[in-house]
């Protein structure tokens, strides 16, 4: 074994691990906040990896698109949510929990199996270097020009969605108190809708 395998050994290795438990975190914590930064890490797990298998322009998309994009966005949205509202308990909590271990412990045998009885083609095709994101680029703009706009339509009809279900409106008197609004009126501190009343 030389010295650049047993290199990529421990680096799969870490990187691995730090996937699974940061994955693991990210559903059990508690703490919504620390689940998002384990998010990150897993995302810069998965770009470790593509990194390992050669694909450069996967990784950087995997780096500026999910840890730059996605999860900076799930942090405002976190900020921006009041924690101060204790929410009603859910009813069946526990069935519903147990028929999700199901469902996922169901799906990692499914995927050990198709893990272990695949034939591989090993070794893999062999790695093109920097002409995979010419060759990428011309992929996207030739072969997949319709899913590649498809998609971009189908993310500005999320954002344009996403802006009119959080946008506030304006009335000229307020629907609770009858009060004329002004600025103050506006951002003033409301009773939240979702307290658990059976817990006063």
């Not at 990194?51 to 780096?63: G, K």
């Amino acid at each position: 074994m030389t010295i650049a395998s047993s290199t990529q050994q421990i680096c799969f290795a870490v990187l691995s691990t730090t996937l699974v438990l940061g994955a693991l975190g990210v559903v059990l914590l508690p703490n919504i906040v620390y689940s998002a930064f384990l998010l990150a890490g897993v995302f810069l797990s998965v770009a470790g990896l593509y990194l390992m298998l050669n694909a450069s322009f996967v990784a950087a998309a995997q780096v500026l698109v999910y840890v730059g994009a996605v999860n900076v966005l799930i942090l405002f949205a976190i900020m921006l949510v009041n924690k101060r509202e204790d929410l009603s308990a859910i009813p069946g909590l526990a069935v519903r929990r147990l028929l999700s271990g199901l469902v996922c412990g169901g799906l990692f045998v499914l995927l050990i199996r198709v893990a272990f009885t695949t034939p591989w083609a090993l070794p893999g095709p062999m790695p093109i270097g920097e002409e995979a994101t010419i060759r990428i680029g011309e992929h996207l703009f030739s072969d997949y020009l319709l899913p590649f706009e498809l998609a971009s339509v189908l993310l500005l009809m999320a954002m344009i969605g996403a802006i009119v279900l959080a946008r506030r409106d304006v009335f000229s008197s307020d629907i609770v108190t009858g009060e004329a609004v002004d600025q103050g009126l506006i951002e003033k501190a409301r009773t939240p809708l979702l307290i658990d009343k059976t817990a006063r």
